[in-house]
């Protein structure tokens, strides 16, 4: 069973920034698929990225994803106010599909 | 437009049943493995089950393994959740949600329905 880890818990920084989110894994991720969720408060998660680096459809270019084996990233390379919310990477490339537990992402 | 929609949260005592519901729309429902996803309040995201597209296979979370139970009718377009011997640590958000083809991950997610268990 892979156990995913995200660091840093919570980033606070300001809008126009550079958010850099890590997301390492126990073992390595078959076939990278490491996926990140975007959640809002009271709103249901959404997917960004797939596949380690694929961007969902409809996500704006400021959102990458890279990296593979057992250690990925997620980068916002600009931040924007509607950016605050809460970051999950996720493994589904074996059972069970595990979820790290998260980057708080605060605007300042 | 595509559409997932649960239903069949409330509140149950512990020791008791839940059935949830989770009606698709707006694409092939029998092209896509279904999961159920939880929140607790307050928690992150917890995988629960999953059902093959074909409901060949079906696999559950080790906290949930031999108390819930995931079904799909594919002439409803619905995916269920039959919950047994519920426990107070069950209260969560419950999330249906569609694995995308090819790679794309959980792809369209429902709005949730909430179980509270408590006496």
């Known amino acids: 069973e892979i156990v995913l880890t995200q660091s840093p818990g919570t980033l606070s920084l300001s809008p126009g920034d550079r958010a850099t989110l890590s997301c390492r894994a126990s073992?390595?991720?078959?076939?990278?698929?490491l996926a990140w969720y975007q959640q809002k408060p009271g709103q249901a998660p959404r997917v960004l990225i797939h596949r380690a680096s694929t961007r969902a459809t409809g996500i704006p270019d400021r959102f990458s994803g890279s990296g593979s084996g057992t250690d990925f990233t997620l980068t916002i390379s600009r931040l924007e106010p509607e950016d605050s919310a809460v970051y999950y990477c996720q493994q589904y490339g074996g059972l069970p599909f595990a979820f790290g537990p998260g980057t708080n992402v605060e605007i300042k | 437009q595509m559409q997932l929609m649960e239903s069949g949260g409330g509140v149950a005592q512990p020791g008791r049943s839940l059935r949830l519901s989770c009606l698709a729309s707006g694409f092939i429902f029998t092209r896509h493995g279904m999961h159920w996803v939880r929140q607790a309040p307050g928690k992150g995201l917890e995988w629960v089950a999953v059902?093959?597209?074909?409901?060949?296979?079906?696999y559950y979370g080790d906290s949930v393994k031999g108390r819930f139970t995931i079904s799909r009718d594919d002439s409803k377009n619905t995916v269920y959740l039959q919950m047994s011997s519920l426990r107070v640590e069950d209260t969560a958000r419950y999330y249906c949600?569609?694995?995308?083809?090819?790679?794309?991950?959980?792809?369209?997610w429902g709005q949730g329905t909430v179980v509270t268990v408590s006496s």
């Open positions: 059902i093959y597209y074909d409901g060949s296979k079906k």
């Open positions: 073992q390595s991720v078959s076939s990278d698929y």
């Open positions: 949600v569609r694995l995308g083809i090819n790679g794309d991950a959980f792809d369209l």
